[in-house]
């Protein structure tokens, strides 16, 4: 089966996004902008449909934004089966736990289409740990988003069997949807940009565990001295602490020697329910933020 694909032949066929959350809803978002179909699986119905809301609200600034694009739909689905027919690129972005990740995947290759491209948005985790019920493992690879619309870089890693036709195909392919792929040439926890925001982030952490600053503090010195929007704590609000510390767990379970500060401060505020901006507080308030699940 050749996984060689051209956007001229992929145009007409939807993108299929798992995992309705903040970053389900803004991957599904930047496939929405060329006029097709996205559709978005969430096993929780309510989520699913609160994404295709914050598809049709954001979608006309971004296209407005960027000055090129055409509006296309995200439509909510409860089926794996349906959600996948004809779709060119399944993309994976439910919570970071392989025994969720590991059966969603063998669902995803029983119905999916023989030409469909998968790829999953872990952040922490190389997908040839998730790809065991996966028959054909060359059609599969990591595809990690960041935060777009802001943030449109994304990482491309193969399983160790991916095709070459289908990394190049996402690399040919990928910029027609204003998110601009980056291949790491070798397998690499954290892939290429996280690795360097894994020490920043650990670090800003550390000072503050240690006593040594306010998050207010180091996110002030970000902005500036680096002339940045937004500064560590405020990027971890954002994501969601919660899997801020499921990531540094991660690392840490690879790495023993790595401090155990950043991640007990970490723990303070998700085991006090304040996960960031999705739940209204974490380093910071947000008393009138919506929720995005």
């Known amino acids: 089966m050749s996984f060689a694909h051209t956007y001229d032949e992929i145009r007409t066929r939807p993108v299929t996004v798992f995992g309705a959350g903040t970053l389900g809803r803004r991957i599904a978002l930047m ?17 699913a449909q609160a994404a295709v809301d914050y598809v049709a609200a954001t ?11 055409e509006a296309g739909r995200a439509v909510a689905h409860d089926s794996v089966g349906d959600a996948l027919a004809d779709a060119w690129l399944a993309i994976e972005a439910v919570p970071e736990r392989l025994d969720i990740k590991i059966p969603l995947w063998g669902e995803i290759d029983r ?34 988003f960041y935060m777009p619309p802001a943030a449109n870089a994304v990482d491309l890693m193969s399983d160790g069997q991916t095709s070459r036709d289908v990394l190049d195909s996402l690399l040919a392919i ?10 790491a040439r070798k397998e690499s926890t954290g892939f290429i940009f996280n690795r360097v925001w894994a020490a920043i982030k650990r670090e800003s952490l550390a000072v503050v565990a240690d006593g040594v600053a306010r998050p207010e503090d180091v996110d002030a010195m970000f902005r ?3 002339h940045m929007p937004s500064g560590p704590f405020q990027m971890m609000d954002s994501v969601g602490l919660d899997v801020v510390l499921d990531i540094e767990d991660h690392y840490a379970a690879e790495n023993p020697h790595l401090p155990e500060g950043p991640r007990r401060l970490l723990h303070e505020y998700v085991d006090a329910g304040k996960l960031g901006r999705k739940s209204g507080e974490g380093f910071y ?3 009138s933020a919506a929720v995005e699940g």
């Open 31 to 47: 496939f929405a902008t060329r006029g097709g179909e996205v559709r978005i699986y969430d096993p929780v119905v309510a989520q």
């Open 59 to 69: 979608l006309p600034e971004v296209l407005a934004q960027r000055g090129s694009g």
């Open 111 to 144: 119905a999916a289409p023989a030409d469909t491209v998968f790829a999953t948005n872990s952040s922490s985790y190389a997908s040839r740990l998730m790809d065991e019920n996966i028959r054909d493992k060359s059609r599969f690879c990591n595809m990690h």
């Open 174 to 183: 990928l910029p027609e949807f204003g998110v601009y792929p980056f291949e």
């Open 224 to 226: 500036l001295n680096w």
């Open 285 to 287: 308030s947000y008393p």
